[in-house]
């Protein structure tokens, strides 16, 4: 069996998901792991499936299927060396950064994350309406590189909080003990 | 009896820490009276000063006003606490509760907080007063004491998978 990321994005409507599955399904596909999500009216879909040899009679079903939905589908195949499972990291964290909303605000932050060498796994944002003026929320999952603290990270990113107008703050990822 | 505004997120009003007053005066009694008045015409349990645009260390907390969710029984509290330079001196357990904020209308965050919390503070009158409270009350004490050092449930969120909803699904436009 080999492996393949597909990504799918459409305006949001019931049955995406059904849709997507019996296509893989149909095919003899096996799901391992996905993310799903809807942001507004748009749906995507980021998911890891392993199959047949050959996805071209998959792909046609599915190209079919964005001729009458609207999706957006993408199959890519995944080498040996991206199928395996990234090594532990370090640490994990929780990077919060929230404020007024204004042009730049997750460039700045990880950009220094990425100087920090910092590696994002999991990213939302959130633009809220409800004030005078526009809140933005941005939390980060991330790990940290050997050596660094949660604290370390916290005070570089601190310099840029203020010019940056919001309030950052790392603290180590918290296990969910359900 | 003044109903003031509410102040909403990113309002940097709420991102300050408050000072503790030295008493009641007739200038914090009347706030206290705002405050109280503020929270009654809204749709919450609970309110800190600051977001009412006041640096009061003050809340009115009142946990008996709705179920901890709709369809549930009410709780049983103390009913309005009015609350002036609060403090935790006692904490118990733990658990996770949804928490809403009427500052930050949009969202809903899953929160770790004691179970059980006993408050010393003065009361309305400027009497030290010290209240046990557990469960829901609880939550709410330290959810609107947070803001009495510019802190938000959004700073108290752990798990980005797990913690933060949008309480109502976006509109279509």
């Known amino acids: 069996m080999k492996r393949y990321l597909l990504t799918a994005a459409g305006g949001d409507r019931p049955g995406l998901v059904a849709a997507v599955t ?47 939905t609207g999706l957006v589908t993408h199959v890519k195949s995944l080498s040996g060396r991206e199928t395996r499972s990234p090594r532990r990291a370090a640490e994990g964290v929780l990077v919060s950064v929230y404020g007024a909303d204004r042009p730049g605000i997750v460039f700045h932050v990880t950009d220094r994350l990425a100087r920090a060498k910092v590696n994002i796994t999991d990213l939302s944002t959130h633009r809220t309406s409800a004030g005078k003026s526009a809140g933005y929320i941005l939390y980060i999952e991330a790990e940290l590189p050997r050596g660094l603290s949660p604290e370390a990270l916290q005070s570089t990113l601190r310099d840029g ?14 296990a969910s003990a359900l | 009896m003044a109903v003031r505004p ?35 015409a809204s749709p919450g349990v609970g309110l800190a000063a600051p977001q ?33 330079n609060p403090k935790i001196v006692k904490r118990e357990g733990e658990l996770v509760f ?4 009427l500052s930050i209308p949009e969202f809903l965050a899953d929160i770790r907080r004691s179970a059980a919390v006993r408050v010393e503070a003065l009361d309305r009158a400027g009497a030290p007063v010290a209240i046990d409270a557990e469960g829901f009350e609880a939550v709410a004490l330290q959810h609107e004491m947070d803001h009495l050092d510019g802190l938000l449930f959004l700073d108290r969120v752990a798990n980005l998978k797990t913690d933060l909803f949008r309480r109502k699904p976006p509109s279509r436009s």
């Open chain 2, 6 to 40: 509410i102040l909403l997120f990113p309002d940097d009003g709420l991102k300050k820490v408050c000072a503790e007053t030295p008493g009641v005066d007739g200038v914090v009694a009347q706030l206290l009276t705002d405050l109280t008045d503020t929270l009654y």
């Open chain 2, 52 to 84: 009412i645009g006041s640096l009061l260390r003050a809340v009115a907390v009142d946990v008996t006003r709705y179920p901890p969710r709709k369809g549930q029984p009410p709780v049983h509290g103390h009913g309005l606490l009015v609350l002036v």
């Open chain 1, 22 to 68: 019996r296509s893989l399904f149909d095919h003899g596909c096996n799901l391992e792991d996905s993310a799903m999500t809807r942001l507004q009216g748009e749906f995507a879909i980021l998911l890891i499936f392993s199959g047949p040899p050959s996805t071209a009679p998959l792909e046609k079903t599915l190209k079919r299927l964005g001729k009458k």
């Open chain 1, 161 to 174: 909080a203020a010019a940056w107008g919001v309030t950052v703050q790392v603290k180590p990822l918290a």
């Open chain 2, 98 to 101: 949804r928490e809403g904020c």
